[in-house]
T-cell receptor, first 112, second 114 residues
Framework: ETGVTQTPRHLVMGMTNKKSLKCEQHLGHNAMYWYKQSAKKPLELMFVYSLEERVENNSVPSRFSPECPNSSHLFLHLHTLQPEDSALYLC???????????FGEGSRLTVL | AQTVTQSQPEMSVQEAETVTLSCTYD???????LFWYKQPPSRQMILVIR??????QNATENRFSVNFQKAAKSFSLKISDSQLGDAAMYFC???????????FGTGTSLTVIP
């Protein structure tokens, strides 16, 4: 495995379900990110984990809950989502200093 | 927060021709990094080219080059000898020299016409 791997690639869930997105990076990076990508909008940063500190976008609803157990793994726990949360969720990693982002292939989420 | 603007939602180019994608950004910082990312229909975003603001020389990567105008806060991407595989969404991004946040534009969808 190389790069940034996301699972599942596709997820359909009801508004009352609980599910999780998983991300793993094999690049030795020390920062990991969740982005939300919706059509016609800039990528929206949701959360950053860097050197065990978390930075979050205050506009992200509490129904999204991140978890970063170590520098290689990142989760996004989903609970009681809304249809407007349907989007492509991208995981990325980078070095803390000066590095570029390396992205996974994304998890396409559909909320019914 | 810094803002990144891509004013061309869609562009098209004939195969083998040259196309330029525009990007402007707003910042009060003097040190930062700029990137162009490509997202083909298969979705994975990949880095095309990066530019350090302290470098005056424009970055080049094979058929891809940038025109970095620091005073004008402009960072355009030139694709020479366009190929069918260049068809994708292109995103311009900014990263501060401090901090881990990246700021993205809304993207430009590039179509390559055979």
């Amino acid at each position: 495995e190389t790069g940034v791997t996301q699972t599942p690639r596709h997820l359909v869930m009801g508004m009352t379900n609980k599910k999780s997105l998983k991300c793993e990076q094999h690049l030795g990076h020390n920062a990991m990110y969740w982005y939300k990508q919706s059509a016609k909008k800039p990528l929206e940063l949701m959360f950053v984990y860097s050197l065990e500190e978390r930075v979050e976008n205050n506009s992200v609803p509490s129904r999204f809950s991140p978890e970063c157990p170590n520098s290689s793994h990142l989760f996004l726990h989903l609970h009681t989502l809304q249809p407007e949360d349907s989007a492509l969720y991208l995981c990325a990693s980078s070095q803390v200093v000066a590095g570029e982002l390396f992205f996974g292939e994304g998890s396409r989420l559909t909320v019914l | 927060a810094q803002t990144v603007t891509q004013s061309q939602p869609e562009m098209s180019v004939q195969e083998a021709e040259t196309v330029t994608l525009s990007c402007t950004y707003d910042t009060s910082e003097s040190d930062y990094y700029l990137f162009w990312y490509k997202q083909p229909p298969s979705r994975q975003m990949i880095l095309v080219i990066r530019q350090e603001a302290y470098k005056q020389q424009n970055a080049t990567e094979n058929r891809f080059s940038v025109n970095f105008q620091k005073a004008a806060k402009s960072f355009s991407l030139k694709i020479s000898d366009s190929q069918l595989g260049d068809a994708a969404m292109y995103f311009c991004a900014y990263r501060s020299d401090t901090g881990n946040q990246f700021y993205f534009g809304t993207g430009t969808s590039l179509t390559v016409i055979p």
